[in-house]
C-alpha cells in the first residue's frame, strides 16, 4: 500500500515542481527584467518615477496585469489535465477461468488490448496503478459453441476502458486421456565426432498420456523425445543423463499436434561409445600390365587403418581393399589414392595413400593336382564329379621369376559355384584364385562337369 502511495504522490510532487519552474522561467524572471529596464529608463528622475508608482491607480493597473498574466498560465497548465485523452495497452494476457481437467477450449484470443479514454490527470493515474487481470469465465459453461464476453475489472471508475476484441467465440470440448508410445528422435546426428556412436538412447518411461479434444486425439501418430545433439554439453565416450527433454506430438504428416502431454518433459539416458577396429590395406591391381610383363612388387606406405562404426559391422571387416588400374601399364608407376569409406563406417584415421608398382618381366609355371571345391549347393542336395578328371585342374601361373619362385602353391584355390543349380547333370565354370595379387592364375581347363542328386 505505501509503495502504490508513493508511486502516486512522488509522479504529482514532480508535476507541480515542474510547473512552479516554468512560472518562474516564463513569469517571474521576464518581469522582474521588465522592471530592471524601466528603473534604467527612469534612474535620471527617480523622483518623477517614484511619483508615479507612488500613485494609486497605477499600482491597481500592474497588479491587474500580473493577475491576468497568471490567469492564462495557469489556465493554460490546469487545461492539459481537464482535456479528454486515451492510452492504449497492448497485448494484455487473456486468462480463462474453467475447469482444465474436464475440458478443453478452442477460439480464445492470447491478449487483448486496451484502450483507456479519459482527462489526462486520471490517465496519468491510471498508468501508475498495477494492471488488472482480463478474464473470461467459462465454468458454467458446457461442452459446445458460446459467444463470450471478455471482461475487464476497472482500477478508476472516472475511466472508460475498451477491449479489442471484447468478446469471442469459443468451442468447449470434453478433455479426453489416451495412452501413447513414446519414441526418441535424435536431432542433427551429423553434428556428433564420426569416431563417435551413439550405442544406447533409453528413456526413463516407455508411454506416456496425452490429453485433449477427441478430434485431435485421433490425429496424433506419435509421440517423440527430441535429443538435439548441437545442444548437448557432453559429448564424450560413456553413460550421460539428459534430463527435461521436450515431448512433441506428431501427425502421420510429422506436423505437431498440440495437444497435452503428460509428463511433457522426460530424462533419458545415452551411452556414448567409439567401437573401432585396426584392419590391413589391402592393394588389388585391376586389368593387366602390358604383353611380356609382371608385377615384381607392391610398396604401399601406409599398410593399416583404423576404421569406426557399429560393432557388428566391425567384425564382417578384415581388411580395406583399393584398387589401383594397371591395364597396359609399360614402366613402373606411382599411384595416390583415395580410401573409399565401407558402406556403414564413418570415420577412417587415413584417406588416401600412396602405392609404387614395380615391374619385371613375366614368366610362366604350371601347377597341377589343384583341387575343386563346391560352394553354395542347395540344402538336401549332393554333388559329385561326372569323371576323376573333373575333380583337380592345372593352373597357370603369370608373373615375375622372383614373385613366382617365392609363391607357396597351396595358396591356390578352385572352385564351382552351384548357388543356381539343383538335380542333374551340369558343365560349371571354374573360377581360380590365389593370395599374391601379383600373380595372374589362369586355369587350363576353363569348365567341368558335374552330377547333382537329392540326399
Known amino acids: 500500500m505505501k509503495r502504490t502511495v508513493k508511486n502516486i504522490v512522488n509522479p504529482l510532487l514532480s508535476a507541480i515542481n515542474k510547473s512552479w ?35 494609486k491607480n497605477t499600482l491597481v493597473f500592474v497588479s491587474l496585469i500580473l493577475a491576468l498574466i497568471l490567469f492564462f498560465v495557469v489556465d ?13 495497452l497492448y497485448q494484455q494476457p487473456v486468462k480463462a477461468i474453467y475447469n482444465e481437467e ?20 486520471d490517465l496519468y493515474l491510471a498508468k501508475q496503478l498495477p494492471i488488472q487481470e482480463v478474464s473470461v469465465d467459462l465454468s458454467d459453461l458446457k461442452p459446445g459453441t458460446h459467444k463470450v464476453n471478455i471482461k475487464y475489472k476497472q482500477p478508476l471508475t472516472s475511466i472508460d476502458y475498451k477491449l479489442d476484441p471484447s ?44 490429453k485433449g479434444a477427441q478430434y485431435k486425439l485421433d490425429k496424433v501418430a506419435s509421440v517423440k523425445a527430441l535429443v538435439d545433439i548441437e545442444k548437448l554439453v557432453n559429448k564424450e565416450v560413456g553413460e550421460t ?3 527435461d527433454i521436450p515431448l512433441i506430438a506428431y501427425d502421420e504428416a510429422g506436423n505437431r499436434i498440440d495437444v497435452e502431454i503428460v509428463p511433457s518433459k522426460i530424462n533419458a539416458t545415452m551411452a556414448i561409445a567409439s567401437p573401432n577396429k585396426t584392419v590391413p590395406i589391402k592393394v588389388i591391381p585391376v586389368g593387366n600390365v602390358t604383353f611380356g610383363k609382371a608385377i615384381e612388387s607392391i610398396n604401399i606406405d601406409k599398410t593399416e587403418v583404423t576404421i569406426y562404426g557399429d560393432e557388428a559391422l566391425l567384425d564382417e571387416i578384415n581388411y580395406i581393399p583399393i584398387e589401383i588400374d594397371v591395364d597396359g601399364l609399360k614402366t613402373n ?26 615391374l619385371d618381366s613375366e614368366i610362366n609355371k604350371e601347377v597341377s593336382g589343384i583341387k575343386i571345391e563346391y560352394r553354395n549347393l542347395g540344402k538336401n542336395l549332393v554333388v559329385h564329379a561326372v569323371s576323376q578328371a573333373d575333380t583337380e585342374i592345372a593352373v597357370i601361373l603369370k608373373g ?20 543356381n543349380y539343383t538335380v542333374g547333370e551340369h558343365e560349371v565354370d571354374v573360377v581360380v584364385y590365389g593370395d599374391d595379387v601379383r600373380i595372374t592364375y589362369v586355369p587350363k581347363v576353363k569348365r567341368i562337369r558335374v552330377k547333382i542328386v537329392n540326399q
Open 21 to 55: 519552474y516554468q512560472f518562474d522561467k516564463k513569469i517571474i524572471i521576464p518581469i522582474t527584467k521588465g522592471i530592471l529596464m524601466i528603473t534604467d529608463l527612469f534612474k535620471d528622475n527617480k523622483r518623477r518615477f517614484e511619483h508615479i508608482l507612488s500613485k
Open 76 to 88: 493554460k497548465r490546469a487545461n492539459l489535465f481537464i482535456e479528454s485523452s486515451a492510452e492504449v
Open 102 to 121: 474436464a475440458y478443453v477450449v478452442e477460439g480464445l484470443p492470447e491478449t487483448v488490448d486496451i484502450t483507456l479514454i479519459g482527462r489526462r490527470s
Open 167 to 210: 468478446f469471442t467465440t469459443v468451442v468447449i470440448y470434453p478433455k479426453i486421456s489416451v495412452v501413447k508410445d513414446l519414441t526418441i528422435d535424435i536431432l542433427h546426428i551429423d553434428k556428433l565426432d564420426p569416431r563417435l556412436y551413439i550405442e544406447k538412447m533409453e528413456a526413463e518411461k516407455s508411454e506416456v498420456i496425452i
Open 241 to 243: 543423463l539428459l534430463k
Open 333 to 358: 608407376k606411382d599411384f595416390n589414392i583415395a580410401i573409399k569409406k565401407p558402406t556403414g563406417i564413418r570415420y577412417l584415421s587415413i584417406t588416401n595413400v600412396k602405392v609404387s608398382v614395380l
Open 400 to 419: 615375375s621369376e622372383r614373385v613366382i619362385n617365392e609363391f607357396d602353391t597351396e595358396a591356390i584355390h578352385a572352385y564351382v559355384d552351384l548357388g
